[in-house]
């Protein structure tokens, strides 16, 4: 397989599994869960933090601000470690796959949750999840070491968090080597259209932040002071989107020729949580961009 092909392959399926992992974000039954440990549901942070960095264990806010690299570590010290005074990594990630559950049950129906179907995309997921290299990859490698659920549905959550946060992890690495710190990420990714700068003012950058990590780029000729990208950053963030596809390709190529029927089983899965609503039409991750 090409590295373009590789690329175009890895693109796809991270549009199937991204929507398929996001529900633990977003969907209602996943709040009333985080209620009923005790986060405040006012907004998503308390609990996205606990739901997220569960993994880790009770990780600290620098090794959190660490994996999950563009939030701003202001913003993630007001959640961690308040998060596990809350409740212990080991109870949230308990409770994470009770809520997982009931979201997929909400979203596709229980008929569809133990359906043949499901039950084969879980075992092809599975299948690519084990197959990915987890080293450099702390999120990835702290969702590979969980046990697996015994019901597929949750399986094939379980695969597709691992290659999710797989992918996530390699973004970071492409970041670091084309040389995009953390809040220069966003900056960039704003500047080409990804989403308004407003979206992304969620990861709690402070406007004197995003204007001084806007400064460093427009000093390396990507962005103009107006904040869109010149040509230069158009390649630049072209050249590290390519290059986190690479990375994420080999979970998938190790599917072989089944990776297709995978999406045949899983697009329609992600196509109905997609038409939900339950997502955000836009967000930090770029899902409508043309170019992911």
């Known amino acids: 397989m090409t590295g373009s092909t590789a690329d175009g392959l890895a693109r796809q399926l991270w549009r199937i599994v991204e929507p398929l992992h996001a529900i633990l974000y977003y969907a209602p039954e996943v709040s009333e869960e985080a209620a009923k440990l005790g986060y405040d549901v006012e907004t998503r942070w308390p609990s996205y933090f606990a739901w997220r960095a569960a993994p880790l264990g009770a990780a600290g806010p620098v090794a959190v601000s660490s ?8 913003l993630v010290s007001r959640f961690i470690p308040a998060a596990w005074q809350v409740s212990d990594p080991a109870t949230v990630l308990e409770r994470r796959l009770v809520a997982v559950d009931r979201a997929l049950r909400g979203l596709l129906g229980d008929t569809a949750v133990g359906s043949p179907e499901v039950a084969e995309a879980a075992r092809l997921a599975r299948r690519a ?9 702390p999120l990835a490698a702290a969702n590979a070491d969980l046990p697996w659920a015994a019901e597929p549905h949750l399986v094939l959550w379980q695969a597709a968090t691992i290659l999710r946060e797989h992918r996530g992890d390699g973004h970071v690495a492409a970041a670091l080597v084309s ?6 990420l966003l900056v960039s990714f704003a500047a080409v259209g990804a989403a308004p700068e407003s979206v992304f003012a969620s990861r709690g950058w402070t406007p004197d932040e995003w204007d001084a990590a806007r400064g460093r780029l ?16 158009v390649q630049a963030r072209g050249e590290l989107e390519q290059r986190t596809s690479e990375l994420a390709a080999g979970p998938w190529q190790a599917l072989g020729t089944e990776v297709g029927r995978f999406v045949q089983l899983a697009g329609p899965l992600a196509g109905r949580i997609a038409a939900s609503g339950v997502l955000p039409r836009q967000s930090t991750l770029g899902l409508s961009a043309a170019r992911q």
């Open 67 to 74: 994996a999950f690299y563009s939030f701003s570590p202001a």
């Open 129 to 137: 999840a084990q197959s990915a290299t987890t080293a450099g990859r």
């Open 179 to 184: 040389g995009f710190d953390p809040c220069e």
């Open 218 to 233: 427009e000093s390396r000729g990507w962005v103009r002071s107006d904040g869109t990208a010149t040509e230069r950053g």
